[in-house]
């Protein structure tokens, strides 16, 4: 059995790291680079960083950022944020990503999963959906949850799968930065749609949080945010914790 991941996810919005509630909100955390080598201490296994404003303002991704993190920091990174062409997935690993998240244009513009997984391999290719629940189905949103698609997230997972992407980032907009807790149904049945790995995002407070979508939510790896800016939680912690809960987590690096 592959062992479960944890995953700080750093949201960039002019050049520094940021943490809103259901999107909106936004307080200032650090410095990318800086913010990143305190998780590279901790023994993260991997990064995300999601560049919030680059699609609504219709500019570049962050290369330069990725870049200063890369040549700090020891750990797969996976980088998103203003990607509309394989172009900028291509910049994305040139400047030191090993994953490229893509949510706004592949909603657009599907084939893009495709070309991407196929000029890079699927492996690189990480379909980001945000969510929010509309009654008895989850709605993806796209625009950094700032507008409706009609879509429904299960299909669009499963879609996205199919198309090539060789991992899913699922986000409860409802739940982000609240502390309550990840949608384990969102999150579940999104994991039993699809045949490739889930990363759960939004809403984690405790630590229990991070066991309880594992298990009854079958994530394959768990994204982080508020619990590591705003709680005295940390990823030695966490790890800890879900190793005496049974769950096999990637061994420390000390």
């Known amino acids: 059995m ?29 410095n990318p680079v800086t913010t990143s080598k305190t ?20 500019r570049e991704p962050s290369f330069d950022i990725i870049r200063s993190v890369a040549d700090e920091c020891f750990m797969p990174i996976t980088a998103g944020g203003g990607v509309t062409n394989v172009r900028q997935i291509r910049e994305y690993l040139l400047a030191g990503a090993d994953k490229v998240s893509i949510n706004t244009a592949a909603v657009e513009n599907p084939p893009l999963i495709e070309e991407g997984a196929s000029i890079f391999g699927s492996q690189c290719i990480v379909a980001s959906i945000d969510a929010r629940k509309k009654g008895d189905f989850y709605e993806v949103y796209t625009h ?19 198309l090539g992407a060789g991992e899913i980032l699922i986000t409860s907009i409802d739940r982000e930065g609240t502390k309550q807790g990840y949608d384990i149904d969102l999150v579940k049945q ?49 790890k800890a914790y879900m190793k005496n809960a049974g769950i096999e987590v990637r061994d420390f690096k000390f």
């Open 2 to 30: 592959l062992k479960k991941r944890l995953i700080p996810c750093i949201l960039l919005k002019n050049g520094r790291c940021v943490k809103g509630t259901n999107f909106t909100n936004f307080r200032d955390t650090g």
């Open 39 to 58: 998780y590279n201490s901790q023994n993260a296994d991997e990064l995300i960083f999601l560049d919030i404003t680059a699609t609504n303002e219709g």
């Open 144 to 162: 950094s949850g700032t507008r409706s698609t009609g879509i429904d997230a299960i299909e669009w997972a499963r879609k996205s799968a199919k």
């Open 190 to 238: 999104v994991s039993d749609s699809v045949d490739i790995p889930v990363i759960a995002s939004g809403g984690a407070g405790n630590l229990q949080h991070l066991v309880d979508v594992i298990v009854l939510g079958n994530a394959s790896a768990v994204s982080l945010s508020y619990i590591l800016n705003f709680t005295d939680q940390n990823l030695i912690k966490m």
